[in-house]
């Protein structure tokens, strides 16, 4: 079993930054792949970054690639995303999600966190 918590969420005015945290629990986490999602109100959830096991491998959400970064810190079984340039329509709960195995992927994730906010101001 993994817990996943996430952390670091807020409000920011469009083109600020904000770094979001996921700390995870259990003995699996340098083998798993890892990710982060997000829903808006109104909306189904969406697939924003993912990152390998050993973190050489990472995916992108086109209309984030070049503003977010997905990085993981194994030793401290934290993932985080580094959002820069945010704009409202960044508005949205960011989940963090761990898979079963070592793979970056775009889906088929199978523990998640609770949620944060975050709100891009205009």
């Known amino acids: 079993q993994v817990q996943l918590v996430e952390s670091g969420g807020g409000l920011v005015q469009a083109g600020g930054s904000l770094r979001l945290s996921c700390a995870a629990s259990g003995r699996t986490f340098s083998s798993s792949a890892m990710g982060w999602f997000r829903q808006a109100p109104g909306k189904e959830r969406e697939f924003v970054a993912s990152i390998s096991a050993g973190g050489g491998t990472t995916y992108y959400a086109a209309s984030v690639k070049g503003r977010f970064t997905i990085s993981r810190d194994n030793a401290k079984n934290t993932v985080y995303l580094q959002m820069n340039s945010l704009k409202p329509e960044d508005t949205a709960v960011y989940y963090c999600?761990?898979?079963?195995?070592?793979?970056?992927?775009?889906?088929?994730?199978?523990?998640w966190g609770q949620g944060a906010q975050v709100t891009v101001s205009s």
């Open positions: 999600a761990a898979r079963a195995g070592p793979l970056a992927t775009t889906d088929s994730f199978r523990y």
